[in-house]
């Protein structure tokens, strides 16, 4: 991981909003950090911003173009990804 990726999952872990839309608002020749980028966990922001409750940032990240949201192998369901699913599945029903 690049000390650029550190900082963005840094500021996702901290739940620093201003800085990832900073990081996010960033162009590719000024800030070359995807979205998807993972940490040495193997978790990307959104499933960091998933972990941490923080749906602020879960939907500043689903709204970044080309976002994955991925299940990591488990041996039992993953709850916050299955909370994530619920909140998705609410705020459609909202729009």
Do not use: H
């Amino acid at each position: 991981m690049d000390p650029q990726e550190r900082a963005f999952l840094d500021a996702v872990e901290k739940g620093d909003l201003p800085s990832v839309a900073r990081w996010l608002s960033s162009t590719p020749d000024r800030c070359p950090v995807s979205v998807n980028c993972t940490d040495m966990l193997g978790r990307s922001a959104i499933q960091i911003a998933v972990d941490n409750e923080n749906i602020e940032l879960v939907e500043l990240l689903l709204k970044q173009e080309g976002v994955r949201i991925e299940r990591q192998p488990t041996s039992m369901e993953d709850p916050p990804m299955d909370s994530l699913r619920d909140y998705c599945r609410r705020r459609v029903v909202i729009l």
